[in-house]
């Protein structure tokens, strides 16, 4: 016997729905069970669907290793990366200061450029504190873990200020913040 579903509106007729029973030799438990295992076609097509159709919203990544965690680490190289980075914070916001007041278009589309790049640059030193060391390197079993958690942030705070700020001092800072860890994860000497 069909089902008749009420109307959300007196004007609409009722809808009728189809109730479809499948015979199966398995027992109802069993059934529920490859349901369970088994996910429909129509699922799978959807997860692929949604996965393809996804937007990756991350702009960069921190370059950090995992968090498995699988124990290979290499700790000063992540500061020599960031060091890279902001000596390109560095570069960008000098070219911001030459190209400051210019009006031609090519000025204007490379001062743009500059900006975006300073702002990468120090959001993946940003990301690298947040998503490597503070998650994986700094520990609160250190005997100066205080310490460590104070120089890291510092990191994170003069990376932002050289987003916001086209001045060298806060570029110089941020360098200089990055190499105060640099006792915390010294190089393999080999």
């Known amino acids: 016997m069909p089902l008749v579903a009420k109307s ?3 004007k609409e007729p009722p809808r009728t729905l189809a109730v479809v029973t499948v015979k199966s030799k398995l027992s109802e438990s069993q059934h529920q069970q490859s349901r369970i295992m088994k996910p429909s076609k129509i699922a799978q097509l959807a997860f692929a669907l949604s996965l393809a159709t996804t937007p990756f919203t991350a702009t960069q990544t921190a370059g950090a290793h995992c968090q498995v965690p699988c ?16 000596a390109t914070v560095t570069k960008a916001t000098i070219m911001l200061v030459e190209l400051a007041g210019k009006t ?6 490379q001062a743009t450029r500059w900006v975006l790049n300073k702002e990468q640059h120090a959001q993946k030193i940003i990301a690298t504190i947040s998503d490597y060391f503070l998650t994986q390197r700094v520990k609160p079993s250190q005997a100066d873990y205080t310490e460590r958690l104070i120089k890291h942030h510092a990191v994170i705070l ?8 086209a001045d060298t001092a806060h570029a110089t800072l941020l360098a200089e913040s990055i190499k105060a860890l640099s006792a915390y994860y010294p190089g393999h000497v080999h």
Request: net charge negative.
């Open 71 to 86: 124990g290979i680490y290499n700790d000063s190289a992540r500061v020599e990366s960031m060091l890279e980075d902001a």
């Open 8 to 10: 959300a509106r007196a």
């Open 104 to 109: 031609d278009a090519q000025s204007q589309n």
């Open 158 to 165: 003069a990376a932002m200020k050289a987003k916001q700020n």
